[in-house]
């Protein structure tokens, strides 16, 4: 299927490795020009001479920093020609105990993980509107929809962004205009990310990383974790021209682990 958005542009936020250089990966495929960040600039450069690789009619350009920080997004935002494409990401808060988190750490959170991609999609959606077209994609988590004990700070920003996304997303003025907002959720995708959980996991038990990923496993339906090329195919898609007429989802990628009917 042709997606219908070949030289547009997209900033993909926290895009050097896993879900968000897959959704990255999969927009260079479609022809679609790039501005990727991430904190690491040899890491980002790296990711950015693979998507260039991929497709070498795409233009693709780097703003390494903390997507947390004012200035990096106001880097991002000046060196994208205009944004047509908005994929918001960001690395996740840390496991713990509410007990244990202090002020501090809640705002630490809700500022990463929800008031950094609704900074990004004010400065953005109105631009979007006024050309008539739009594709705001948020990576949240599937502990939106199943919250994850240990993961409190998580459970509790990315909820904060969903309720605010299932107003805006359906404002007449953006999604009159052609301009979408939804969100996915991953289940547990093999990045380094997951990686980690499973090695941290595994010391903190004794067990063997063995018995602890295959644990895991056992409560995926698919019997395997997701892919970030498929996690990227599927953010593409949304981006896509086909895909105008929705807006305000969340869409659970999760091997089948959620095991409610809505
Ligand atoms: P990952 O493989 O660790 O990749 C994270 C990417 O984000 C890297 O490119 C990293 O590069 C960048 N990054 C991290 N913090 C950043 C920051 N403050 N500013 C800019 N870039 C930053 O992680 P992932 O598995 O793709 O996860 C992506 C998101 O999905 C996270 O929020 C995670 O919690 C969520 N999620 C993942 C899974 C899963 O199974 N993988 C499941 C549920 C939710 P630098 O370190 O160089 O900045």
Redesign the pocket.
């Given at each position: 299927m042709e997606l219908g958005i070949k030289g547009r542009w997209a900033v993909v936020?926290?895009?050097?490795?896993?879900?968000?250089?897959?959704c990255a990966m999969a927009l260079a495929q479609e022809g679609v020009n790039l501005v990727i960040?991430?904190?690491?600039s040899e890491?980002?450069v790296t990711?950015a001479q693979q998507l260039k690789a991929l497709n070498p009619g795409i233009d693709v350009v780097t703003v390494a920093?903390?997507?947390?920080d004012t200035q990096?997004r106001a880097a991002i935002l000046a060196a994208c020609p205009q944004v047509d494409i908005l994929i918001n990401?960001?690395?996740?808060?840390p496991p713990g105990d509410f007990r244990d988190w202090s002020r501090t750490d809640w705002l630490k959170a809700l500022e990463?993980?929800m008031i950094t991609p609704i900074e990004l999609i004010k400065a953005t959606v109105d631009g979007m509107s006024e050309r008539g077209f739009g594709r705001v994609v948020n990576?949240?988590?599937?502990?939106v929809k199943a919250p994850i004990e240990v993961l409190g700070l998580?459970n509790g920003a990315r909820s904060g962004l969903t309720g605010f996304i299932a107003g805006l997303s359906r404002q007449p003025q953006l999604v009159s205009r052609n301009v979408t907002i939804n969100n996915l959720?991953?289940?547990?995708?093999?990045?380094?990310?997951?990686e980690?959980?499973l090695a941290s996991e595994a010391n903190i038990s004794g067990h063997s990383l063995k018995d602890v990923t295959e644990k895991r496993l056992s409560g995926v339906p698919a019997g395997r974790?997701?892919t970030?090329e498929e996690f990227g195919a599927f953010c593409a898609f949304i981006c896509s021209q086909h895909a105008g007429y929705m807006t305000g989802q969340n869409f659970l990628l999760d091997g089948g682990s959620y095991p409610g009917t809505f």
């Open positions: 936020c926290a895009a050097s490795k896993g879900l968000g250089k897959g960040n991430a904190r690491n890491t980002l990711t920093g903390d997507i947390g990096v990401n960001n690395g996740g808060p990463a993980n990576i949240t988590s599937g502990a998580s959720l991953p289940g547990p995708f093999e990045t380094e990310r997951l980690s959980a974790f997701g970030a």
